[in-house]
T-cell receptor, first 114, second 113 residues
């Protein structure tokens, strides 16, 4: 186990709805990154939070937003869900903003948009 | 932009066969390199990583990888696979100045007993 926990594990939403996914980072880690893994693809970087500030963003529209809390846990919010948002959403935590550290992944949240 | 190519999408091997999975990346600067494994129903786990130093790195479960800078490659190897190695394998690269990982599309390995 990595110590990174995500909730919920599975979720079904209707197109147009909004969803919030949650991630608790590993103890001692202050950086959380979110990834989207579509079926048959590798994970794609959504954004990263470092000490409660967004610290880089991938090629995702603004309806993907996030938060990081003082305890370094994080939320991913997706508004106006589209069918193509169906994917496994992965959270990864690490220590530090850069440098020789590795990311530890949670088990992910499987989102299905119908 | 960085990208990672994994040449084999599906690999089928018998137990005790040798494994080599190809990974090439495109980025001109200094990078960190990773191989992750995803067993069915489990989270992504780090197999091995390269940050600097000896280009031949050893990871868990008997895996190793060689960083060849001139070829922008980081191929994964294992001399003798086991049925329990059945999983999906992802190569990833990271700019040393940032935590963002760029993943390849993955290679699905099936090891038959």
């Amino acid at each position: 186990e990595t110590g990174v926990t995500q909730s919920p594990t599975h979720l079904i939403k209707t197109r147009g709805q909004q969803v919030t996914l949650r991630c608790s980072s590993q103890s001692g880690h202050n950086t959380v990154s979110w990834y989207q893994q579509a079926l048959g693809q590798g994970p794609q970087f959504i954004f990263q939070y470092y000490r409660e500030e967004e610290n880089g963003r991938g090629n995702f529209p603004p309806r993907f937003s996030g938060l990081q809390f003082p305890n370094y846990s994080s939320e991913l919010n997706v508004n106006a869900l589209e069918l193509d948002d169906s994917a496994l959403y992965l959270c990864a935590s690490s220590s530090g903003q850069e440098g020789h550290t590795e990311a530890f992944f949670g088990q992910g949240t499987r989102l299905t948009v119908v | 932009a960085q990208s990672v190519s994994q040449h084999n999408h599906h690999v089928i091997l018998s137990e005790a066969a040798s494994l080599e999975l190809g990974c090439n990346y495109s980025y001109g600067g200094t990078v960190n390199l990773f191989w992750y494994v995803q067993y069915p129903g489990q989270h992504l786990q780090l197999l091995l990583k390269y940050f600097s130093g000896d280009p031949l790195v050893k990871g868990i479960k008997g895996f190793e990888a060689e960083f060849i800078k001139s070829k922008f490659s980081f191929n994964l190897r294992k001399p003798s696979v086991q049925w329990s190695d059945t999983a999906e394998y992802f190569c990833a690269v990271r700019n040393t100045g940032f935590q963002k990982l760029v993943f390849g599309t993955g290679t699905r390995l099936l090891v038959s007993p």
